[in-house]
């Protein structure tokens, strides 16, 4: 937990001064998901290209 609230507040100290609030979230969120991409990266937990074409098309029906 400490490591987490550490890691917020440097991200919040890294936004320029008039940042607006919906702005940092998204910052924080993306954050967010590119630590959790890269976990899963490292864990073997990734599909292929072909496979995420396909599953990709099946969203545009």
Do not use: C
């Given at each position: ?35 959790r991409?890269?976990?899963d ?21």
């Amino acid at each position: 937990m400490h490591q987490a609230k550490e890691l917020i507040k440097k991200i919040v100290q890294e936004q320029p001064d008039d940042s607006s609030y919906d702005e940092i979230l998204r910052e924080l969120a993306f954050f967010r998901m590119v630590e959790r991409g890269l976990n899963d990266s490292q864990a073997g937990r990734v599909i292929g290209n072909e496979d995420m074409k396909h599953r990709i098309k099946t969203w545009q029906k």
